[in-house]
């Protein structure tokens, strides 16, 4: 299975400001080596589209119009004075304060720009404080869902290269003639094939057990190639592609943050390259298996289809969610799901971050809210409830195939598709003990602070009050 576009981060987490220290007065801020302005989200979903900046980390932070003109200030006057002697603080903060009133239209101070640079700026890494010093470190976002185990195997400049050589399958006509391909294949294939008796005979046989398996990884991997492909033919480096686990999948990514530098348009095409490449990946395997009539492709186009069924799901961070996100423009769809719920269900106003959505990227979220939640509690409701009986089932089927493998006619290979099949068992069950114990151990700290407090302020009530002498 594959986790595709993971992690595309919006904004980047702020750590709490502080005061600048005191410098001789010809420190003066600057941008942190390596940022970069990009510019305007296009296609957002905001009424005031907020601005882009890369930090030197590759992370695209949002910035509202009036931090982002600092921003662009304090770049321009550094391209301005480059090669000639360096102006003191105050010369810049006043030149960066006026270009700020000019672009704006209201009056701005160097005070004014100080507090900007150093209680909104610096804390995201993306300047240093108004007196020359250093940024603090600054950590990435941790979205609700996100994927959090993953290993980067290919680096940015082999994404780079291996996308190149698959970006031209992304011109229009042989998108269309693929999809076209596709549908009529499946429809051939289901009609007249009968594919559960290549289910029962690839079941029955451990060399077509693992030949499936490979062919389900070769599918997931060319998955996010297709990712990489897509980025690339709407001119904007891919990051780097790897696997880890994702709740409770085994999964492959690859990180298209940078498509948020493309238009709608190029976003959701970025989104759905790993689809439109299983459906090629099905078109090779439909193209194997008419001229072999190997049964094994049936079944291994069954794992394919099913792989296309889960990415296009909105309900989690799989390739749906991110279609449904960049068509109304907002990157991250699950921080409004307690506004909508307060603003549905207990008929609260509407916060600061629903009224910065325009009217109908609000209606569309306000949907998907009410239809996520609902089936994400009865999914997990369903997990838990049902815990005990997936591992009795689990321990049962290992059972089971360690039996057969014992006697099958060829025991390594019976032994290697046992393992796989207990590996395939076991990684769910891993995974959701994975998904579960954070939020277990967040209400235990919870608990514990709020414990804590309560006996200090019994043990505070009970201090005996000083007598007047």
Not at 317 to 330: E, H, Q, S, W
Not at 446 to 467: D, F, I, K, N, W
Request: a positive charge.
């Amino acid at each position: 299975m594959s986790v595709p576009s993971a992690p595309r981060t919006g904004e980047a987490e702020q750590p709490p400001g502080r005061q600048p220290a005191r410098a001789d007065m010809t420190s003066q801020p600057t941008l942190v080596d390596g940022t970069e302005l990009v510019g305007e989200f296009e296609g957002s979903g905001y009424r005031e589209p907020p601005q882009l900046v890369c930090r030197p980390d590759g992370q695209l932070v949002r910035l509202p119009a009036m931090l982002y003109q600092v921003i662009k200030a304090l770049d321009s006057r550094h391209a301005e004075l480059r090669g000639q002697p360096v102006p003191g603080r105050e010369s810049v903060m006043a030149q960066v304060a006026d270009e700020l009133s000019r672009e704006t239209g209201r009056q701005f101070s160097s005070e004014h720009v100080a507090f900007l640079i150093d209680q909104k700026l610096a804390p995201l890494g993306l300047t240093t404080y108004s007196d020359g010093s250093p940024p603090p470190p600054t950590a990435k976002s941790d979205p609700f869902l996100a994927f959090r185990f993953r290993l980067a195997v290919l680096p940015e400049h082999i994404t780079w290269y291996l996308s190149g050589l698959f970006a031209w399958l992304f011109r229009p006509v042989l998108v269309f003639l693929t999809v076209c391909a596709f549908v009529a294949g499946e429809v051939w294939l289901w009609i007249t094939q009968n594919t559960s008796a290549a289910l029962q005979s690839v079941l029955s046989a451990p060399a077509s057990v693992l030949l499936v398996f490979f062919l389900a990884i070769a599918s997931c991997a060319f998955h996010e190639m297709g990712h990489g492909a897509a980025c690339r033919y709407g001119g904007v480096r891919p990051g780097p592609m790897g696997c880890g686990i994702y709740l409770v999948w085994p999964a492959f990514y690859t990180d298209i943050t940078n498509s948020y530098r493309l238009g709608r348009a190029g976003r959701i095409r970025a989104d759905l390259g790993g689809v439109y490449f299983n459906a090629l990946f099905v078109l090779g395997l439909l193209a194997l298996y008419v001229s072999t009539g190997f049964q094994p492709l049936v079944v291994a186009i069954l794992s394919v289809n099913l792989e296309i069924i889960q990415q296009l799901l909105p309900t989690l961070r799989f390739d749906g969610y991110y279609i449904v996100a960049d068509l109304v423009g907002i990157p991250d769809l699950f921080k409004y799901i307690g506004p909508i719920l307060r603003r549905v269900l207990l008929r609260q106003p509407h916060d600061g971050r629903l009224q910065a959505l325009k009217r109908w990227p609000q209606a569309i979220v306000a949907v998907w809210v009410m239809c996520v939640v609902p089936v994400l509690l009865l999914q997990l409701g369903m997990v838990v409830f049902k815990l005990p009986q997936l591992l009795q089932s689990d321990w049962q089927r290992t059972n089971l195939l360690v039996e057969n493998a014992l006697t099958a006619g060829s025991q390594p290979l019976g032994m290697a598709s046992a393992c796989l099949q207990i590996l395939l068992l076991a990684l769910p069950v891993a995974g959701l003990t994975l998904a579960l114990a954070r939020p277990a151990r967040s209400v235990i700290r919870m608990a514990s602070r709020r414990m804590t407090l309560r006996r200090r302020t019994e043990a505070h009530g009970r201090q005996p009050h000083a007598e007047s002498g």
